[in-house]
């Protein structure tokens, strides 16, 4: 079935700096979500991609869909103890939503 | 107060017995989902239901029944034939089972079975 990988699995991140979490399908997605799910806490959803090669921003957060909708980045600036977390995305293929294994984010005050 | 609501948020049981989770969403969402997490494993999909009295199998389905006789509850049963039950458990809703629709969690169920 479909499968979307997710890199790095896990990051450590001073407070301050800036980092980056890939989410890559060996198909072409019909479009792509990204959720967080705070430690002990359920995922709640962020933003959802459409088109080829867009590009969204919430604050600190950029999200983009590669030009191929095979691939997306999550980028975030001046990371803050609130960013601590898990980050999913979740890509549609044909029809089912599926998710990656995450990316584990420790931030380090 | 709308939203999606799992009880119990933990939940014991003894190896060989079956345990139901609920699942109640007052969102008016055709479309629910049961999901299990385990440590780097991700989200897993078990069931999803996108009418009522219909539910089709997810990815890891052996051991677990689910019934959809509600819009509003998808509740699913944690047979003793699923061989290793310890997990975190999610429910989710979504508008529809469309492309472009988003998934709602709930809190889940973290269950142990001793």
């Known amino acids: 079935g479909q499968q979307v990988m997710q890199i790095p699995q896990y990051q450590h991140v001073q407070e301050g700096e800036d980092f980056t979490t890939y989410c890559n399908s060996s198909?072409?997605?019909?479009?792509i979500q990204w959720y967080k799910q705070r430690p002990g806490g359920h995922p709640v959803f962020l933003i959802q991609l459409v088109k080829s090669g867009e590009v969204k921003k919430q604050k600190r957060l950029t999200f983009q869909f590669g030009e191929a909708k095979k691939n997306s980045s999550l980028h975030i600036t001046a990371t803050q103890t609130t960013d601590v977390g898990t980050y999913f995305c979740a890509g549609r293929g044909n029809n089912r939503l599926a998710f990656g294994k995450g990316n584990q984010v420790v931030v380090i005050p | 107060d709308g939203g999606i609501t799992q009880s119990p948020k933990y939940l014991f049981r003894k190896e060989g017995q079956n345990v139901t989770l609920s699942c109640e969403q007052n969102l008016n969402h055709d479309a629910m989902y049961w999901y299990r997490q385990d440590p780097g494993q991700g989200l897993r999909l078990i069931y999803y239901?996108?009418?009522?009295?219909?539910?089709q199998k997810g990815d890891i389905a052996e051991g677990y029944s689910v019934s959809r006789e509600k819009k509003e509850s998808f509740p699913l049963t944690v047979t003793s034939a699923q061989k290793n039950p310890t997990a975190f458990y999610l429910c989710?809703?979504?508008?529809?089972?469309?492309?472009?629709?988003?998934?709602?969690f709930g809190p889940g169920t973290r269950l142990t079975v001793l």
């Open positions: 239901s996108q009418i009522v009295n219909d539910f």
């Open positions: 198909t072409t997605l019909s479009n």
């Open positions: 989710a809703s979504s508008i529809g089972g469309g492309a472009t629709d988003t998934q709602y």
